[in-house]
């Protein structure tokens, strides 16, 4: 592959309405992980992916994306990425641990705590920043800009007691403002959705994976990848 292919997830959990097509049943998860598997693909974390991508050996790796951090990441994702030998990235939002979702109009769901992300800190997972209160970023006021990214970074650096390198656009939505408020905030990559300029490393694209999302489009995405064709954005 040209350049490292990275997916983007939500929540993963048991769901009766998902207006937002934001969750993944555990076992549809189950069936996905399974499917990288079987195919020779390693889902890491961002961390893992952009170490081992600096010294050429990144063939056969796959970025796995978690936002907004949702509380059933515990019992339904890690499990399964340790069967299969995985690790993964959560970017978390710094100013609702413990709480809910409450910047979504769809179902409420919990999210992680603080001390369910010391715990994965402390085993191969990557814990990164999706700002302080899951704003869209675009438009942003340069103070409000310096809270979302500088104040995230360092709530959960003292939380978890080790770097926070990666942060992830809210909604998928930014400017260059933003761009450079990251940048200058001291994180060493960003994660967007289809930002168009694949290259930087601030501006890192993925693809989008739901509950509709077995074999067959799994397999189409993956080829869109290798072609360097873009997929229509999902940005929750």
Known sequence: MSRPWVLMY????????DPHLACVSPARFRLQLRWL???????????????????????????????DAYAGFMEHVVPVLSDHGFSAT?????????????????PQRALLGARELIALAAGRMEVGSHGLSHTAMAGMPPEQLLRETVESRSVLKELVGASIDGFCYPYGSFDEAALVAVREAGYEYAC????????????????YIGERDGAVRLSAKLVVHRLGLRSPPQTR
Request: charged share 30%; aromatic share 8%; proline share 4%.
């Open 10 to 17: 939500h929540a993963v959990e048991p769901y009766d309405d």
């Open 192 to 207: 967007a959705v289809s930002p168009g300029k694949w290259d930087s490393r601030y501006l890192i694209p993925r693809a």
């Open 90 to 106: 959560v970017f978390a939002v710094a100013g609702r641990l413990g709480g809910i979702n409450d910047w979504d109009d769809g």
């Open 37 to 67: 598997a079987d195919r020779g693909l390693v889902g890491v974390s961002m961390r893992e992916l952009r170490q081992r991508s600096a010294v050429g050996r990144a063939r056969g790796l796959v970025g796995l994306t978690f936002d």
